[in-house]
């Protein structure tokens, strides 16, 4: 695994993290594990990529919900402005102790673009999903 600053224990809370698309019908995916109701999005949208990206406790920090939600509409704009087709995505990580994260599915957004998001919004990975459908965590800082 490459060098990181992001403690273990979020490493591997972020890999144990149930993502549940909200779709017709909803899907829900993890890091590592092949989607086939991934592959299925990706044909019904003809794209061939997406991403998990949230604007929600920037460097894995709790923080109120009014800030999440402020971070939210930041991030909605941003996503907006360069018309990249979404669906809303929830991360709900195994921990009782940290609460869901909504936040996005993007659709054909390139990785460079998911990257720059997530940095931008001081997350500490993002999700990234290629054309096999297999979740893969993106470490950001």
């Avoid at 490459?2 to 403690?7: C, K, L, Q």
């Avoid at 019908?25 to 997406?50: S, W």
């Avoid at 460097?59 to 941003?78: A, M, P, R, Y």
């Amino acid at each position: 695994m490459p060098s990181t600053n992001i403690a273990s224990e979020a490493l591997e809370g972020y890999e144990s993290t149930d993502y549940l698309i909200k779709s017709d019908p909803d899907i829900l995916f993890k890091v590592g594990e092949p989607c086939e109701g991934i592959t299925k999005l990706f044909a019904r949208h003809g794209v061939d990529c997406g991403a998990f990206i949230t604007a929600f406790n920037p460097q894995g920090n709790i923080v109120s919900d009014e800030q999440n939600q402020k971070n939210h509409e930041l991030l909605t704009q941003e996503i907006q402005q360069r018309a990249i087709p979404f669906l809303t995505c929830i991360g709900s990580p195994a921990s009782a102790t940290w609460p869901p994260e909504i936040g996005f599915f993007l659709l054909g957004a390139d990785l460079s673009f998911a990257k720059e998001a997530g940095q931008k919004f001081d997350q500490d990975a993002i999700v990234w999903v290629p054309h096999n459908a297999v979740p893969q965590l993106v470490l950001l800082r």
